[in-house]
């Protein structure tokens, strides 16, 4: 599985930003698609998730602003993300969790995500 990402860069307080994930070599028919981050000198964290159906699971601090979608015929997964803080900063990257078994994580490479106050 590979997985290209893209759309970061640099943005105001308030400002809006839409990162793309297309995923290629996928195998597997049950998978959640997701982004999560790491800011500098912290751990990695989800941001969001989307699973085969379109459930859509958020962490708190994002709740309200961020909007995660899948296109399942083109395996890519979106994070609209709007009003953005300066906490947002972070790298952001893709992940595809494989449900069936074995459980399995692939990520990608990840897209700088720097919002300026």
């Known amino acids: 599985v590979q997985l290209q990402a893209s759309g970061g860069g640099l943005v105001q307080a308030g400002g809006s930003l839409r990162l793309s994930c297309a995923a290629s070599?996928?195998?597997?028919?049950?998978?959640?698609m997701g982004w999560y981050r790491q800011a500098p000198g912290k751990q990695r964290e989800l941001a969001a998730t989307v699973n085969n159906f379109g459930y859509t699971n958020y962490a708190d601090s994002v709740k309200g602003r961020f909007t995660i979608s899948r296109d399942n015929a083109k395996n890519t997964v979106y994070l609209q993300m709007n009003t953005l803080k300066p906490e947002d900063t972070a790298v952001y990257y893709c992940?595809?969790?494989?449900?069936?078994?074995?459980?399995?994580?692939?990520w990608g490479q990840g897209t700088l995500v720097t919002v300026s106050s």
């Open positions: 992940n595809i969790r494989r449900l069936n078994w074995p459980i399995t994580d692939y």
């Open positions: 070599g996928i195998t597997f028919s049950v998978y959640t």
